[in-house]
Each structure stands twice: as C-alpha cells, then as structure tokens.
C-alpha cells in the first residue's frame, strides 16, 4: 500500500510498504481522510522530535524512523479480527491515535494522556493515517455515526480543545479569551461555543484568523498589533477580566497577556507546545492569584466530542480549507501550511 514515511528532517517520502494485517483485537481500517497537524509539521522542520530517530527505538512501539505519519484520522471498517464483534465492516470509524502503558502512576489514576510511556500513532509508530490502510486496537476506535469521515478527521484536534476547554473547569456562562487563532484556538472557539461559555474574545494579529474567529463564533476580536488586549477584554466583562483564557501560541507576551486578560483568581490554560522554555513575570501572577494549568491531548474526550457533532452541536467543515491527494502532500500540504500566509487552517489528505 501507499504511504507517507518520514525519513528526517525535510524527508517525507510517498512509499508502497506492506498492508498492516489484523492481529487478535484489532479493527483494520481503510483511512478517508487524514489531517495535517502542527505537530506534523514541527517534525518536517525540526525533527526527529516525536518521531524516534534511527538507532532510538521509542520505549512503547519499539520502532525507529522511517515510520508512518498521520493522526487525525477516520475512515471505514474495512476487516475485524476474530474476536472483535462490535463493529461492522463499512462502518464510519476514528481513532483516538495514543498509545500508553496502562501501569505508569498516571495512567493508574486515570489519566493515560500524561502516561510515561506514551507514543502518539502516526508519529512514534503503530501505523499511521498517511497510509491507506491502518491496523489499531479496538480500545482505540469509535464509531462516528452520522458523522461523515471529513468530519471525523477532525475529531483528534477536536478532542485536544476539548480537553482543554475541559481543564478550564469553567462554568456555564463563564467568559474566555483566545489567544492564538490557529487550528487548535479555533476549535477551542468552537468548542466554548457548543459547551455554553458565555462572551468569547480572540486575540490574533492576523486579519484573516481573525474573521475565521468570528466564524467559529467569537464575539470579539481584537488585534494585539494595535489595541491592548487585557483592556478591551476588560470592557467586555464589566471592567473585572475574563473567567479563563487559553495561551495558544506559545510565546512569552503571549503568556504574560492571558495573565493580565484573567480576573482575580481566574484561569489560564496553557495549550500550546513550546519550542523552547518560557519566561514570565510571576508577579502579576501571584497578585492576582491567577491559576496556570496545562493541558496535553486527551483523555475520554472523543465520544464526548463525537456526540456534540451528532447533535449539531459543533461544525467543523468551515475549517477545512484544502483537500488534497497523497502524492501532493509535501508540496500542496506542509508547504501550503508553511508559507505564512495562513491562509489555511486544515488541509485533509486521501491516501
């Protein structure tokens, strides 16, 4: 079968290697549609970061690069295993991409995201969505029902901004500011929307993200360029600051500006991943008794997520922004996303 293999840095390569074959609680799934994501495109630039390098077998696959990329995934049932009779070939499915222990102390206290071991299908092994077809365990797959596979390739990022949203322990009603109108800030919008926030401001310098926020159903936007943020975000919550705001960007005047856009004893949840330490003036922090948590992927968040997309509660068709072939990927996909436009926010790809 065809598949997208990363090699190193800069090194993706359009591969025929053997099709995966079921092993004794497994769902063999033939992939619709695979998502690009940031994380992807960190390893093209930067890598090996996640994705094992060669001589390093990562501790829970065991395996080194070359190795399948993609996971942001769905597709159909395309074979079950034996004793595996739950799903029925034809069936829409996703696949929540993590692979974990299950002994580690977090992941005996519930949350397998934080695992020691953990490796992420699609970067660190097991298989991957840039490939036709993908063998996984049966924990890992869920059915999406009506939800269309297009859809479903969005239900990975979809999970992280709940989480997210999730880690915020907000109530309903509450107010939040965005920081960062990326992929994963907009649906983190999205999410906040369907989950019943009350007034949500987006803080993002690029005129384009901005209207996708108000899109994805922001009701401010405010350009950090020429406005300071913390003051008009003030003015939309009667001078006290919103309840929480979500640090999407990874950068220090980002950090510091959900610190000042927080009320007394607010939140702020930390979603982006650094590409180097942070710096930050805890004062204003300590002061004002601000919580800082972070966040990593997910941890029962699909099925929630899958069920809000059932209800019509959540839309995620405007955030895609190109489909594209596999032989494309390299130059239609990751350099599209590269180029600083940002023009696009998700581009799937059809192996």
């Known amino acids: 079968m ?21 092993r004794p609680g497994t769902v063999k799934i033939k992939v619709d549609w695979c998502g690009i994501c940031g994380t992807d495109l960190h390893e093209y630039v930067d890598g090996p970061i996640f994705c094992p390098a060669p001589g ?25 295993a034996a004793d595996v009779g739950d799903l029925s070939v034809g069936e829409r499915v996703t696949v929540e991409p993590r692979l974990v222990c299950r002994s580690c102390p977090p992941c005996l206290a519930g949350h397998h995201n934080s695992c020691d071991r953990a490796a992420t299908i699609g970067l660190a092994g097991g298989g991957g969505g ?5 063998v996984v365990d049966r924990e890992l797959v869920f059915s999406l029902g009506e939800v269309t596979t297009e859809a479903g390739a969005l239900i990975e990022p979809l999970a992280v901004a709940h989480h997210a949203v999730g880690r915020a322990e907000i109530a309903p009603g509450a107010s939040a500011a965005v920081f960062g109108a990326g992929p994963i800030g907009l649906l983190i919008v999205t999410v906040l929307k369907a989950t019943g926030a009350g007034h949500i401001s987006v803080v993002e310098p690029s005129a384009g993200r901005r209207r996708r926020a108000l899109d994805a159903g922001a009701d401010a936007v405010i350009d950090p360029l020429v406005e300071r943020a913390d003051e008009r975000i003030r003015e ?15 950068a ?9 856009a927080v009320k007394a004893r607010g939140t702020v949840v930390n979603v982006a991943i650094w590409s180097r330490p942070a710096t930050l003036d805890m004062i204003p922090l300590v002061l004002k008794e601000v919580r800082l948590v972070g966040t990593i992927c997910y941890a029962g968040d699909h099925q929630p997520v899958i069920d809000l997309l059932n209800a019509g509660k959540l839309s995620v068709n405007r955030f895609i922004t190109r489909r594209i072939d596999l032989e494309d990927l390299v130059e239609g996909g990751f350099k599209a996303l590269l180029d600083g436009t940002g023009d696009h926010i998700k581009i799937l790809v059809r192996p």
């Open 236 to 250: 939309f919550t009667d001078g006290a600051g919103a309840d929480v705001a979500f640090e999407c960007a990874g």
């Open 252 to 260: 220090d005047s980002v950090l510091a500006g959900c610190v000042a």
């Open 130 to 134: 840039l490939a036709e077809y993908i």
């Open 2 to 22: 065809r598949a997208a293999r990363f090699h190193g840095r800069g090194d993706i390569r359009i591969e025929e290697i053997p099709e995966p074959a079921v």
């Open 56 to 80: 390093e077998p990562h501790p829970m696959t065991g395996e080194t690069s070359p190795v399948v990329l993609g996971h942001e995934f769905a597709g159909t049932v395309a074979e079950l």
